[in-house]
């Protein structure tokens, strides 16, 4: 494909609470056995874009960890490859990323010594499935400067917190509010992007020279009336997971026969990091009912609509419903766990009640299983 790919996965989020206390938003587990970047990483290599580089900065410890090997997403390859960046301190510049244009222009190198006309850009914190392909030759057909994804959400959908977009007749877009306090309309940009390379670099590089830093505001909004910025409508499934309420909502979605079907039975694939796990067990006296769950996890007790991810040991008389069990949880008996969000690595100990009242509730016991 005539494209480079550039994954935005660098920010923080104070909005994901306790979750992204020691992770990347990019690196939360989706689903019972995958992260949330696997979706833009298959995205791009199901479309045949081989290279590929990530913007990493935040937490990023964890998320370096599962893109330490590019075998995985098909990225092993003699041309192209996947590449990670991180914040680097150089004579020029002794800033972290001050902002997802700031990430591009301090990756600059990149852009200029690749040879691919266009640009796709993604953030890491979505889950879809789309051909960028698709979407590059919508962009070159139109003619248009830049090509931003959008989709219509749903009337009851808070749409506050993306960017809002109105179009004219030829999908050419005429208003772009960034997290607007009122909203004027349900279409919302999905923070996916194509543009020409060159272009690109030249409107980065303006950008940096005025001290402007943000991608949406100083470069989408302010060109929006003096380059042609056009709208591509998708309607198949699309959720950004940047709210702890978001988070829970995807992953609850995976527990509809219709969504499964969709991301793991159905062309083209979503691949992942393999751990070497044995598959989940089930003791006599379990329990499991429309559930996900993990590899390497140990059920003694009834789980009822709820995703198990890796390495779960749920005890003897537990109870889990409604609720998101993260890796490497281990439930005493008689735990009783609802409408909740249990963090990686906890202990929750015996005789344990924990039950999201208003809301979703986060449970983050603070006790450590692992010498250091």
Known sequence: MRAVGIILAGGNNNRMKELTHKRAVAAMPIAGSYRSIDFALSNMTNSHIQKVAVLTQYNARSLNEHLNSSKWWNFGRKQGGLYVFTPTITNDNGYWYRGTADAIYQNMDFLKKSHEPYVVIASGDAVYKIDYGKVLQYHIDKKADVTVVCKEMDPSDDVSRFGTIRMDDDMRITEFEEKPMVTKSNMISTGIYVIRRRLLIDLIEHAAEEERFDFVNDVLIRYKNLKKIYGYKIDHYWSNIATV??????NMDF?????????????PEIYSKVSDLPPAKYNPGASVKNSLVGSGSIINGTVENSVIFKQVFVGNNCVIKNSIILNDVYLGDNTYIENCIVESRDTIRANTRHVGTNGIKVVVEKNERYAL
């Open 255 to 267: 527990l509809k026969p219709e969504v499964r079907n969709y991301f793991f039975k159905q062309d």
């Open 245 to 250: 309420d978001a988070y829970y909502k995807t």
